[in-house]
C-alpha cells in the first residue's frame, strides 16, 4: 500500500490551447481524493493526461508512479502499471462482447508482461469471476454478452466502467463524474460499489459535480481546480462547503485563476471522450 | 491427357487437351463451342463498367497452361482450415484440378448423395447431373468464363436428392501449386426439400505463391431446400483469381451464402443469385480482407425475377497496406417480382491511408411494390477506440485486432458453425499489424 502518484507542474494543451497550467497533486494508494471545480477548470483533461490521451499534450512537468516516468509511456503501458480512468462518456465497440473485452483487459492487467498472441486467463474461470462480480454490483449476467457501450444507456456505461473498475483492480483509479446522468438510486448503487470495489485498497480520484458519491466515498482530501490550477486543498470539509455554497467563494479568492476559466469556457471545451 | 510440353493455352493445348479426355460427345461439343467463343472475343475492355476499375494488363495468360497433374500426395497439401474439430459427412481435396482423396459417409451415398469430382461424375452420373450443369452458368459472359468452359477440369460436385437432409457439412478444399492452374467448377444440385452445409475453400503452399484461378460456382437449390454455403478463397497472394458464381433459388427456397476472400493478387468475382421462385430467400454475406497490393474486386447481383423474394447481401472489408477492394452491388427486380424484399450493404475499414474502398450500390427496379434499400459505408478505424481500449490495457495492436474483428462480428454471428466462424475471426485476426 506504498503506492504513490505524483503529479508535479503539470501544463497540458489541446491543439495547442493550454488547458492544465501547473498542477500538484501527490497521491497515495489507499486514499480518496476529490477533485472539484466548475465547468472547463481542466478536471477531465486531467484525468485524460494521466491516461496518456494522445490529443492531450503534457508541454511541461511530470507525472510520476513510484518514481517511474508515466509520461513516457503508452496507454497500454500505463493501464498495465496500475493507472485506471471510468470515463464520463466510453465509446461504444461494435461487435466486441463485454466479456470478451474485460477477459483479454483483465489478463493484460494483471499480467503485465504478457505478450500479445499468449494465453488469455482461461475462459471458465473468468466466466465465473465475471459473474461474481455482476452479482455484487447488482448486474444481469446477460450484460456480459452485449457488445461494449454499444447502444447502452447513461446508467449502463457507468455500471460497465465500475464493472471494468472491479475486474482490473488497478493501484489508482480517476472517476470522471461517474455519478453524472444517473438517477438517485442509481448513484447510490454507484458510490457503494465504489466504496465497497475501491476504497482503502486504491487511491481514488473522484471527479464530481455533486455530492452523493462523496458521501459514501467522503475524501481525505478535496483538490480545487479553478482555470487549470489547483488553487485549494482541504479536507471532507472543503467538498462540504463547495456543496453548499458553490464556488462564489474561490472565484473571489483567486480571480485571475477565475478569468481564465471564463476565457477557456468561451473558447469552447474542448470535446472530451471522458 | 496433356503433356508438360504443350504449353500455354491454344489451338494445340486444346486439341490435345480434349483428345485425352474420355467424354460424352455433348460435353465435347460444349468445350469446342466455348473455344470458339474464347477465341472469337476479346478480353474485357478497360472502360467497360465491370473493369473499369480492375486492372488486368499484367495477367498474362501465356504463361499459364492447362492444369498438369500431378505427383504430389493429399497429404502435402496445405489448407482446410474451416473444417478442423467438425464431424464430415464427406470431404474432397484436389490439386491443380486433379482429385487426391474423396470420402463420402456410406449413408449418404446410400441415399442417393452424389459427391466427388465433377468430371468422374459427369460421366457416371450424366443422366441426373447433366441438365444442372451450366445451367445456371454462362459460358458466353466473357472471356473468362469461355475459356473456363472449353478447359474446366477436375471440380466438385454435391448432388442431394429429393428431401434427402445431410446433417453434417461436406467440405471440398481445391489447391493449387505455386504457378500452377485451377479451373475447378463448382456445381451443388440440391432436389426439392433437401438440406446440406458445404464447406468449400482454396489454398496455395504459400502466402506469396502465385498461380491463375479461372472457376465458376453453380448453385441449383429446388423448392423448399436449404443450402449454406461456405466459400473460403485463400489462395496465395500471387494468383490470379477470376470467378463466375451464380445460384437459381426455386420457390420457398433458402440460400445462405457465405463468402469470405483473403487470398489472390488480383480478384474478379462476378456473383449473382436468382431467386426464380416465388417465396426463395437469399442472404449473402461477404467477409474480405486485404493487405500488400491486393486487389479485390466483386460483382454482385441478386436478381428477383419471381414475386415474393428476399435477398439480403452484406459485404464488410478490410483493408491494409495499400490494398483495394471494389464492389458493385445491384439489385434487379423484373416486372414480375412485386413484393420483393431486397437488401444490400457494404461497410469498409481502411486500416491504412494508403488503403482504397470503392463501392457502388445500384437498384434496377421494374415492379412497382416492393421494398428495396441499400447502403454503404467507408472509414477509418476511430483512434478514440484504440485509446480507450489501450486504457484497458490493449497494445495498440491487439486493440486494431479486436476492432477488425468486431466489425466482421455482424457477418459472423450468421454463420451458424462455430469453427468455422472461429477460424476466419482467427485468419484475419492474425493478419492485422500495427499502424500509426
Redesign the interface.
Known amino acids: 500500500m506504498s503506492d504513490t502518484l505524483t503529479i508535479r507542474d503539470l501544463h497540458v494543451a489541446v491543439d495547442g490551447k493550454p488547458i492544465l497550467r501547473g498542477v500538484n497533486l501527490t497521491m497515495q494508494r489507499g486514499e480518496t481524493h476529490a477533485l472539484m471545480g466548475p465547468n472547463g477548470s481542466g478536471k477531465s483533461t486531467l484525468g485524460l493526461a494521466i491516461s496518456g490521451h494522445p490529443k492531450y499534450e503534457v508541454t511541461q512537468g511530470s507525472i510520476e508512479l513510484n518514481g517511474d516516468d508515466v509520461l513516457a509511456m503508452s496507454p497500454d503501458e500505463r493501464a498495465r502499471s496500475g493507472v485506471f480512468m471510468a470515463f464520463q462518456r466510453p465509446v461504444a465497440i461494435p461487435g466486441v462482447k463485454m466479456a470478451d473485452f474485460l477477459r483479454h483487459a483483465t489478463t493484460n492487467i494483471r499480467q503485465p508482461d504478457r505478450k500479445e498472441g499468449e494465453e488469455l486467463i482461461p475462459m471458465r474461470e473468468f466466466r465465473k469471476e465475471l459473474k461474481g462480480k455482476m452479482q455484487q454490483l447488482q448486474m444481469d449476467v446477460e450484460f456480459a454478452r452485449r457488445y461494449v457501450n454499444d447502444g447502452f444507456s447513461g446508467g449502463e456505461m457507468k455500471r460497465a466502467e465500475i464493472l471494468t473498475l472491479a475486474m482490473l483492480q488497478p493501484k489508482f483509479a480517476i472517476l470522471d463524474e461517474t455519478d453524472s446522468g444517473l438517477d438517485a438510486d442509481a448513484v447510490r448503487l454507484a458510490a457503494e460499489s465504489i466504496a465497497e470495489i475501491g476504497r482503502d485498497k486504491m487511491g481514488l480520484l473522484i471527479i464530481t459535480h455533486h455530492d452523493k458519491l462523496l458521501v459514501h466515498n467522503p475524501p481525505d482530501f478535496t483538490h480545487v481546480i479553478l482555470g487549470g490550477r489547483i488553487v485549494e486543498t482541504g479536507g471532507a470539509e472543503l467538498a462540504a462547503e463547495l456543496h453548499s455554497q458553490g464556488y462564489e467563494r474561490i472565484r473571489k479568492a483567486y480571480p485571475q485563476d477565475d478569468a481564465e476559466n471564463q476565457a477557456m469556457l468561451e473558447t469552447e471545451e474542448p470535446q472530451s471522450i471522458g | 491427357m496433356a503433356t508438360a510440353t504443350q504449353l500455354g493455352f491454344n489451338q494445340e493445348t486444346f486439341d490435345a487437351f480434349v483428345a485425352a479426355r474420355d467424354e460424352p460427345v455433348w460435353l465435347t461439343e460444349a468445350r469446342r463451342a466455348a473455344w470458339e467463343h474464347f477465341q472469337n472475343t476479346d478480353w474485357p475492355a478497360r472502360n467497360h463498367e465491370e473493369w473499369m476499375r480492375t486492372d488486368i494488363r499484367m495477367f498474362k495468360l501465356d504463361r499459364f497452361s492447362p492444369p498438369q497433374p500431378t505427383d504430389a500426395k493429399a497429404s502435402s497439401i496445405k489448407g482446410g482450415l474451416l473444417c478442423p474439430g467438425v464431424a464430415l459427412a464427406g470431404h474432397n481435396r484436389s490439386l491443380d484440378s486433379h482429385s487426391l482423396d474423396l470420402t463420402l459417409h456410406k449413408n449418404w451415398s446410400d441415399k442417393g448423395v452424389i459427391f466427388g469430382s465433377l468430371d468422374t461424375m459427369l460421366a457416371e452420373h450424366g443422366d441426373i447431373l447433366r441438365p444442372h450443369f451450366q445451367s445456371a452458368f454462362d459460358p458466353t459472359h466473357d472471356r473468362f468464363a469461355s475459356l473456363h468452359a472449353a478447359f474446366w477440369t477436375g471440380g466438385q460436385v454435391l448432388y442431394v436428392p429429393r428431401g434427402v437432409v445431410v446433417d453434417e457439412p461436406l467440405h471440398m478444399l481445391s489447391s493449387m501449386t505455386d504457378g500452377g492452374t485451377d479451373l475447378g467448377h463448382v456445381l451443388v444440385v440440391l432436389e426439392d426439400g433437401a438440406e446440406a452445409t458445404l464447406l468449400c475453400e482454396t489454398s496455395s503452399p504459400t502466402e506469396t505463391a502465385g498461380g491463375f484461378h479461372c472457376g465458376a460456382v453453380e448453385l441449383v437449390l429446388g423448392a423448399g431446400a436449404h443450402l449454406r454455403f461456405v466459400n473460403f478463397q485463400d489462395w496465395g497472394h500471387g494468383v490470379w483469381h477470376f470467378a463466375h458464381q451464380r445460384a437459381l433459388v426455386h420457390r420457398d427456397a433458402t440460400l445462405q451464402w457465405t463468402v469470405a476472400a483473403l487470398g489472390s493478387r488480383l480478384a474478379k468475382v462476378n456473383q449473382r443469385v436468382s431467386m426464380v421462385g416465388e417465396g426463395a430467400n437469399c442472404q449473402v454475406n461477404g467477409v474480405l480482407f486485404t493487405e500488400g497490393k491486393q486487389h479485390l474486386s466483386y460483382d454482385t447481383l441478386q436478381h428477383h425475377e419471381a414475386a415474393n423474394c428476399r435477398s439480403d447481401f452484406l459485404y464488410k472489408a478490410a483493408l491494409q497496406d495499400k490494398s483495394r477492394t471494389v464492389w458493385r452491388g445491384m439489385i434487379k427486380v423484373d416486372p414480375a417480382a412485386q413484393k420483393t424484399d431486397g437488401y444490400q450493404r457494404n461497410d469498409n475499414l481502411l486500416l491504412s491511408g494508403d488503403a482504397r474502398a470503392d463501392s457502388i450500390p445500384g437498384l434496377e427496379i421494374e415492379a412497382d411494390d416492393v421494398r428495396c434499400t441499400h447502403g454503404s459505408t467507408s472509414g477509418r478505424v476511430?483512434?478514440?477506440?484504440i485509446?480507450?481500449?489501450?486504457?484497458?490495457?490493449?497494445?495498440?495492436?491487439?486493440a486494431i485486432q479486436?476492432?477488425v474483428?468486431?466489425?466482421?462480428?455482424?457477418v459472423f454471428d450468421r454463420i451458424t458453425i462455430e469453427n468455422v466462424r472461429d477460424a476466419l475471426a482467427l485468419a484475419i485476426a492474425r493478419r492485422v499489424r500495427e499502424y500509426e
Open positions: 476511430d483512434e478514440e477506440l485509446f480507450y481500449a489501450g486504457c484497458r490495457g490493449f497494445t495498440r495492436k491487439e479486436m476492432i474483428t468486431g466489425f466482421f462480428q455482424h
